[in-house]
């Protein structure tokens, strides 16, 4: 009797935590509903105005780009109109991640503020991929209980994601020497998200296949994309 009563606790903790959770996905989505709304004309205006206050910051913290780059702020704008592009899931068409390192030199530097933008991508693909399962349990396409499965490897696929995931774009990139004459650079990211899903859905098939479940064989069925 008490296991059932621990059980039936856990389980109101587990729902209270998963509406919080969906609640906060619901406001993004309608968020990114309203961006997507907008006209071409009015997005554009919207962005100039990111990156002019972006690049003036820029521009007083020292960072520069290398010769023969595109002006900081352009890439500045590249970045921000792939971030504001999403599909009709409301599931970006880009996921952005942003890093910066430290080094002696700049390839060095480069390499590792790459790697650490690459796990930040996979943790976004994590909450990306966790709030479209919600969105099916929501609209009745995936049981309760098979979601909750599929959730619980999407959070343990940090890893698995990570290494899946392809070629990313260097949509802004730029540098600055620090006053022990080490360089600091910061890489801004782009990674499909077809690809990113992708990703992520071949992360959950290994964890659901390593744990010895049987759901990884119907994994396209559950997931639907």
Same mark, same amino acid.
Not at 36 to 58: G, P, S
Not at 171 to 185: A, D, F, M, S
């Given at each position: 009797?008490?296991?059932?009563?621990?059980?039936?606790?856990?389980? !109101?903790?587990?729902?209270?935590?998963?509406?919080?959770?969906?609640?906060?996905? %619901?406001?993004?989505?309608?968020?990114?509903?309203?961006?997507?709304?907008?006209?071409?004309?009015?997005? $554009?205006?919207?962005?100039?105005?990111?990156?002019? $206050?972006?690049?003036?910051?820029?521009?007083?913290?020292?960072?520069?780009?290398?010769?023969?780059?595109?002006?900081?702020?352009?890439?500045?704008?590249?970045?921000?109109?792939?971030?504001?592009?999403?599909?009709?899931?409301?599931?970006?068409?880009?996921?952005?991640?942003?890093?910066?390192? !430290?080094?002696?030199?700049?390839?060095?530097? %480069?390499?590792?503020?790459?790697?650490?933008? !690459?796990?930040?991508?996979?943790?976004?693909?994590?909450?990306?991929?966790?709030?479209?399962?919600?969105?099916?349990?929501?609209?009745?396409?995936?049981?309760?209980?098979?979601?909750?499965?599929?959730?619980?490897?999407?959070?343990?696929?940090?890893?698995?994601?990570?290494?899946? !995931?392809?070629?990313?774009?260097?949509?802004?990139?730029?540098?600055?020497?620090?006053?022990? $004459?080490?360089?600091?650079?910061?890489?801004?990211?782009?990674?499909?998200?077809?690809?990113? %899903?992708?990703?992520? %859905?071949?992360?959950?098939?290994?964890?659901?296949?390593? $744990?010895?479940?049987?759901?990884?064989?119907?994994?396209?069925?559950?997931?639907?994309?």
């Amino acid at each position: 009797m008490k296991k059932v009563i621990l059980a039936a606790m856990a389980l !109101i903790i587990a729902t209270s935590v998963c509406l919080a959770d969906t609640n906060a996905q %619901k406001e993004i989505r309608n968020e990114r509903q309203e961006l997507r709304k907008m006209a071409k004309n009015e997005l $554009k205006a919207k962005v100039d105005k990111i990156i002019k $206050k972006e690049a003036k910051r820029f521009e007083k913290e020292g960072w520069v780009v290398s010769p023969g780059a595109l002006p900081l702020e352009k890439q500045l704008e590249r970045a921000y109109l792939m971030e504001y592009e999403y599909d009709a899931d409301m599931y970006p068409k880009y996921i952005m991640a942003v890093a910066q390192s !430290i080094g002696e030199n700049y390839d060095g530097a %480069k390499m590792a503020a790459t790697s650490l933008a !690459i796990t930040n991508l996979a943790e976004q693909i994590q909450t990306e991929v966790t709030a479209l399962i919600e969105n099916t349990v929501a609209n009745s396409q995936m049981a309760a209980e098979t979601a909750a499965t599929v959730t619980e490897s999407v959070m343990a696929s940090k890893n698995l994601i990570s290494q899946s !995931i392809g070629r990313v774009i260097t949509v802004v990139e730029c540098y600055r020497i620090l006053p022990n $004459k080490n360089r600091e650079v910061l890489v801004r990211i782009a990674y499909n998200g077809d690809m990113a %899903k992708k990703a992520a %859905k071949e992360a959950i098939r290994t964890d659901l296949k390593q $744990k010895g479940n049987k759901l990884h064989e119907q994994l396209d069925d559950v997931l639907g994309f």
